[in-house]
């Protein structure tokens, strides 16, 4: 089966709504096993994340109530 950007933003929305957290290194985890490794890439400091396409529909899920944590490298309800 082939997903879209789109189901794994609607995936990443429906884990911070029910764990009120998201962490990046378990997201990327199960995005990488269950939707497929075309959603992850290596970014510049040389770590998993996720797909540019998909973050951006994340945003418009959301609608600016989540907030990245850089720190802790987490979504959170803002």
């Known amino acids: 089966m082939t997903y879209t ?27 990488k096993s269950f939707f497929g490794e075309s959603f992850i890439y290596i970014n510049e400091h040389g770590n998993p994340s996720i797909d540019k396409e998909v973050k951006k529909v994340f945003r418009k899920l959301h609608k600016g109530k989540a907030a990245w944590e850089r720190d802790g490298f987490f979504w959170g309800w803002s």
């Open 5 to 31: 950007a789109n189901e794994v933003a609607e995936w990443m929305l429906s884990e911070l709504k029910e764990k009120g957290i998201l962490h990046q290194s378990a997201a990327v985890e199960h995005i």
